[in-house]
């Protein structure tokens, strides 16, 4: 089945020692989004990839890059994380453009839950 | 700006009962709307979405939302709820730029015995 996979389902990781969150997509969607959601909150979109185009939302840190090597792989890195990152990281995907419609229906992976010690 | 709004961040129903979740929208232009169910440690899954082409729209699991244009509302029901609904439920509005989606608050929905 088509699908959003994230490694690892479950990080830890210490104050400040850099950490990387992977995604894939089976889906071949044009579009990989990286959104931070915690506890009892709605997702926070961070980034996203629009191809190989970088989006960055204006009121993301910079302590978070992301790279996307190829069409299926995305990847959220997280310089130096504080005790305030600690959240669920969530992966998402959709098929944008002229063809699709454009509705922006978009594919969660099942999400990666940071915690920092 | 595209926004919505949840009403209630908590909702709870009997099993076999009516469920109906609220979401009014704010939006300069024809909306594109949907709703989205969590259930812990778990990512969002899509119930539904209106794309203009219906205004009520059926969804998974025996969800449907109708879009009332009058109203700026687009309310999550279903008409018996089951334990296994038990979860969080976020309507979504794309932005009217660029491709996110901007999320409601989101209700968590407890179904009782």
């Known amino acids: 089945d088509a699908m959003v996979i994230q490694n690892p389902r479950y990080q830890v990781t210490q104050f400040g020692k850099p950490v990387t969150l992977s995604c894939s997509q089976t889906l071949n969607h044009n579009v990989m989004y990286w959104y931070q959601q915690k506890s009892s909150q709605a997702p926070k979109l961070l980034f996203h990839?629009?191809?190989?185009?970088?989006?960055n939302e204006a009121d993301t840190p910079d302590n978070f890059q992301s790279r996307r090597p190829n069409t299926s792989f995305c990847f959220l890195d997280i310089r130096s994380p504080g005790l305030g990152d600690a959240a669920m990281y969530l992966c998402?995907?959709?098929?944008?453009?002229?063809?699709?419609?454009?509705?922006?229906?978009?594919?969660f992976g099942p999400g990666t839950r940071l915690t920092v010690l | 700006a595209q926004s919505v709004t949840q009403l209630g961040s908590h909702v709870s129903v009997s099993e076999g009962a009516l469920v109906l979740l609220r979401c009014n929208y704010s939006?300069?232009?024809?909306?594109?709307l949907f709703w989205y169910v969590q259930y812990p440690n778990q990512g969002l899954q899509l119930l539904l979405k209106?794309?203009?082409?219906?205004?009520l729209v059926k969804g998974i699991n025996g969800f449907e939302a109708e879009f009332k244009k009058s109203e700026t509302s687009f309310h999550l029901t279903k008409p018996s709820a089951h334990m296994s609904d038990a979860a969080e439920y976020f309507c979504a509005v794309r932005a009217s730029s660029g491709y996110a989606l901007n999320f409601g608050k989101g209700t968590s929905l407890l179904v009782t015995p």
């Open positions: 998402a995907t959709s098929r944008d453009g002229v063809l699709a419609g454009s509705y922006n229906e978009q594919f």
């Open positions: 209106y794309t203009s082409a219906a205004t």
């Open positions: 939006s300069s232009v024809p909306p594109y």
């Open positions: 990839y629009y191809d190989k185009d970088f989006n």
